[in-house]
T-cell receptor
Framework: AQSVTQLGSHVSVSEGALVLLRCNYS??????LFWYVQYPNQGLQLLLK??????LVKGINGFEAEFKKSETSFHLTKPSAHMSDAAEYFC???????????FGTGTRLTIIP | DAGITQSPRHKVTETGTPVTLRCHQT?????MYWYRQDPGHGLRLIHY???????DKGEVSDGYSVSRSKTEDFLLTLESATSSQTSVYFC???????????FGQGTRLTVV
């Protein structure tokens, strides 16, 4: 079975500070991992994806994530938060060969001016 | 944006009535998915399709049925709507079973 856990349903950071959103996964086979962002009243947009190539993955809007097999983690980071980063972020996992994409419960990011 | 259109975008319906939501894609992707989004639950898979007339259940399929008679269209039907089905419904598409999914803009359904 595959699952993903996002620690912290709400995270607040000051503008210019480091953004760290946590994601841990469970998968019986090497996983594919994804981060999506959702702005209010919109659909989900892919930020970045890990598909077993490089463990450090760079995405759009200055975000990146590192796949750590030993920690079963895929945390999302951005060095300097911007007001436009305020949104809800979802981590998702797909086991290789499994057609289903399983999502975490989401983390709402608030940026403090 | 990926070529995904959901209709309607908003709907209010009464308990006990049937409701059909439509997802239309122009990308010719093989996979199509229906998710529901609820506070505290993230996105949960209702049903998905891996080809014309090929569908399977997700984790919250009770009370829902789907059909896919053409590659481009995936319909979600609530056979007899209940208040617990008030939610935002998202359609997603995927080229294959190993890559990312692309999402539509969502349908906000309210059952009164």
């Amino acid at each position: 079975a595959q699952s993903v856990t996002q620690l912290g349903s709400h995270v607040s950071v000051s503008e210019g500070a480091l953004v760290l959103l946590r994601c841990n996964y469970s998968s019986s086979v090497p996983p594919y991992l994804f981060w999506y962002v959702q702005y209010p009243n919109q659909g989900l947009q892919l930020l970045l994806k890990y598909t077993s190539a490089a463990t450090l993955v760079k995405g759009i809007n200055g975000f990146e994530a590192e796949f750590k097999k030993s920690e079963t983690s895929f945390h999302l980071t951005k060095p300097s938060a911007h007001m436009s980063d305020a949104a809800e972020y979802f981590c998702a996992v797909r086991m290789g060969g499994n057609e289903k994409l399983t999502f975490g419960t989401g983390t709402r990011l608030t940026i403090i001016p | 944006d990926a070529g995904i259109t959901q209709s309607p975008r908003h709907k209010v319906t009464e308990t006990g009535t049937p409701v059909t939501l439509r997802c239309h894609q122009t990308e010719n992707h093989r996979y199509m998915y229906w998710y529901r989004q609820d506070p505290g639950h993230g996105l949960r898979l209702i049903h998905y399709s891996y080809g014309v007339k090929d569908t399977d259940k997700g984790e919250v399929s009770d009370g829902y049925s789907v059909s896919r008679s053409k590659t481009e269209d995936f319909l979600l039907t609530l056979e007899s709507a209940t208040s617990s089905q008030t939610s935002v419904y998202f359609c997603a598409i995927g080229r294959d079973g190993n890559t990312e999914a692309f999402f539509g803009q969502g349908t906000r359904l309210t059952v009164v």
